[in-house]
């Protein structure tokens, strides 16, 4: 059965520290993977994907994500936390031939100034 | 990306009554699909929309609580039927383009 795991319900980081949010993921064929952010009281936002080709992809406001197919993991990482960043941080996933999201439980991130 | 726009943005309804909420897109997409978001928590699937066909419905879903229209390529409604407090959450509609999938604002209902 697909699934989506996100082991932290949340996570703390100081201001200009750097973060990362866990996603670790199953799904019977190759894995399209995305992360999305929620401001409160906001829609989802689209931040960023991996289809195929490299590991490591770029998003939205300096975010970027690793993948690792053997751990099938898809953490999310940021250099530097901005208080800005403060928000609920979904992983999803899908295989290729479903275009149905398979969504984690969400990590809020805090970031402290 | 496909800009969605949703009405209402909130809405306070009394037990038993029926609210529908509509889903705008401004570009032609095929795919369309319905979620229910308890504040803070995840999402859940409540049907899938296409154009042209019937709309599907996840398990723990029905037509006849949430029917669904989809009478064209930028437009959807979804309604909550016989509304009850359990159906207090927030709406959200989201277009497929390309790999990705966009959302709407969402609609924050409250049942009294």
């Known amino acids: 059965a697909q699934s989506v795991a996100q082991p932290e319900d949340q996570v703390n980081v100081a201001e200009g520290n750097p973060l990362t949010v866990k996603c670790t993921y199953s799904?019977?064929?190759?894995?399209?993977l995305f992360w999305y952010v929620q401001y409160p009281n906001r829609g989802l936002q689209f931040l960023l994907k991996?289809?195929?080709?490299d590991n490591l992809v770029k998003g939205s406001y300096g975010f970027e994500a690793e993948f690792n197919k053997s751990q099938t993991s898809f953490h999310l990482k940021k250099p530097s936390a901005l208080v800005s960043d403060s928000a609920l941080y979904f992983c999803?996933?899908?295989?290729?031939?479903?275009?149905?999201?398979?969504w984690g439980a969400g990590t809020k991130l805090i970031i402290k100034p | 990306s496909a800009v969605i726009s949703q009405k209402p943005s909130r809405d306070i309804c009394q037990r038993g009554t029926s609210l529908t909420i509509q889903c705008q897109v401004d570009s032609q997409v095929t795919m369309m699909f319905w979620y229910r978001q308890q504040p803070g928590q995840s999402l859940t699937l409540i049907a899938t929309?296409?154009?042209?066909?019937?709309?599907?419905?996840e398990s723990g879903f029905v037509i006849d609580k949430f029917p669904i229209s989809r009478p064209n390529l930028t437009f959807s409604t979804l309604t909550v039927s016989n509304m009850s407090p359990e159906d207090s959450s927030i709406y959200l509609c989201?277009?497929?383009?390309?790999?990705?999938?966009?959302f709407g604002p969402g609609t924050r209902l409250t049942v009294t």
């Open positions: 799904v019977s064929g190759n894995p399209y």
């Open positions: 989201s277009v497929v383009e390309g790999v990705e999938q966009y």
């Open positions: 991996y289809i195929t080709g």
């Open positions: 929309a296409n154009q042209g066909s019937e709309a599907t419905y």
């Open positions: 999803a996933v899908r295989d290729g031939s479903n275009y149905q999201l398979i």
